[in-house]
């Protein structure tokens, strides 16, 4: 048991100085920091990190769960801290180019990644590169590839960079439950079996990173997330990108647990969840009826163009059924719903709710992420 401590930190406090020597001055960058409360946290943070401890530190997609990825035993403290089953592998984040290249066979970049990192990193992107003697297995859980991202998040550039070592990280909640968007959902889940977190607010993406393995040809999203298939797929070499389950199926990748909830139960709150999944050319409701009896309903929506920006209100529904619903964000706009979706399931759940109706949003952009995330928090998925 640890008494968990929670420090504060500015991110705006932490600036990024360009390389000049190396062909990739943005990606090479080293952090400049004049603020000593925030140094102060940072050391700490390197401390915990060095004895081989997990700690919760934000990044821009969600908070996660951090240890040094180089060490065995550090790694082993994730997997016991959020209770993570053994074979689902972790993302792998690198602060640098050089440290990237550090954990590759032959410190070699595939080629079809130069690009991508060029225009997406530092950000929300993870790519499957080959693995090499420097990870521990724990971390691949045996697979010939690894997980790698460049945060962007500027306290978790800055810490990687502090540790001179990369971070494994897995989203920092507890196993199946939503992704923490806030320090204080860290804390809820985590609170005791880990000594520290970095609150550095909330984050902005809300929703994780875009896994995609490069090394299929063409290349394919293992998972939808904050940097859009839109986007990826204008990138130089991208152009017949796919995304796993949309546009293929591949059994192999169906039996190994590396795309991420193909076999777990994950983003669900303690209350029932039923997504609504509205089709655009489709508008007749569906009548279904439940066994079991809500007396808390929640409800999860978006904020319709023209509609004042409630964010929540409680109705009776009869004497006995009281419905509280929250919004997401504004229709039409998923970054928003991005960011307020696992808030808004954790939140409901706070509230006790027994039943959460989650109002689906169309797949286009950041709506691929969210909806992915939905489906699996969903018990039920009611077509209207
Ligand atoms: O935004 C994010 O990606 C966050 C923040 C903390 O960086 N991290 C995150 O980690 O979402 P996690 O553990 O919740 O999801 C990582 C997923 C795993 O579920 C796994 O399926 C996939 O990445 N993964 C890891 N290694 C892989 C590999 N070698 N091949 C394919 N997928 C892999
Ligand atoms: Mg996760």
């Not at 600036?15 to 946290?41: G, H, I, M, W, Y």
């Not at 521990?136 to 460049?150: D, I, L, N, W, Y």
């Not at 977190?197 to 999203?221: F, K, M, Q, W």
């Not at 309903?297 to 163009?305: F, P, V």
Request: hydrophobic fraction near 35%; include cysteine.
């Amino acid at each position: 048991m640890f008494k968990t401590e929670v420090y504060k930190v500015n991110s705006s406090n932490f600036s990024f100085r360009k390389s000049t020597t190396t062909d990739f001055p943005e990606q090479n960058a080293t952090c400049v920091l004049n603020n000593e409360n925030d140094q102060a946290a940072i050391n700490k943070a390197v401390d915990w990190l060095k004895k081989n401890e997990a700690i919760g530190v934000p990044t821009e997609t969600v908070y996660g769960l951090a240890a040094n990825a180089l060490n065995e035993q550090a790694v082993s403290k994730i997997f016991a801290a959020k209770n993570r089953p053994q074979d689902n592998p972790l993302i792998v984040h690198v602060s640098s180019i050089e440290m990237l290249k550090s954990i590759l066979p032959d410190r070699k970049v595939p080629e079809v990644y130069l690009p991508i990192i060029r225009q997406h990193w530092p950000g929300p992107l993870t790519i499957i590169v080959p693995t090499s003697d420097l990870i521990p297995s724990s971390v691949t859980c045996g697979h010939p590839t690894v997980a790698v991202r460049f945060p962007a998040h500027p306290v978790a550039r800055s810490l990687i960079e502090a540790c001179g070592f990369p971070l494994a990280a897995p989203s920092a909640n507890s196993s199946g439950k939503p992704s923490p968007t806030l320090a204080s959902h860290v804390y809820h889940d985590l609170q005791g079996r880990i000594p520290m977190i970095i609150d550095g607010g909330p984050c902005n993406v809300g929703v994780e990173s875009t896994v995609l393995d490069g090394l299929r040809s063409p290349p394919a999203i293992l998972r939808p997330g904050g940097l859009t298939y839109e986007t990826l797929k204008q990138s130089d070499g991208m152009e017949n990108l796919q995304v796993y389950r949309k546009h293929f199926v591949d059994k192999d990748l169906e039996m190994a647990p590396t795309t991420p909830g193909m076999k777990y139960r994950h983003y669900s709150p303690e209350a029932m969840v039923i997504l609504i999944d509205r089709k655009a050319d489709n508008d007749t409701t569906a009548n279904r009826s439940f066994d079991e009896k809500f007396d808390h309903i929640g409800m999860l929506r978006t904020t319709k163009d023209g509609e004042s920006e409630v964010w929540e209100s409680i109705a009776k529904v009869d004497d006995n059924v009281e419905c509280i619903s929250l919004q997401m964000g504004r229709r039409g706009h998923p970054e928003e719903v991005a960011r307020g979706m696992f808030k808004g399931l954790r939140d409901l759940d706070g509230r006790s709710v027994d039943l959460i109706f989650v109002e689906g949003i169309p797949e286009d952009k950041e709506g691929m992420a969210v909806m992915n995330r939905l489906r699996k928090a969903a018990s039920k998925i009611v077509e209207i």
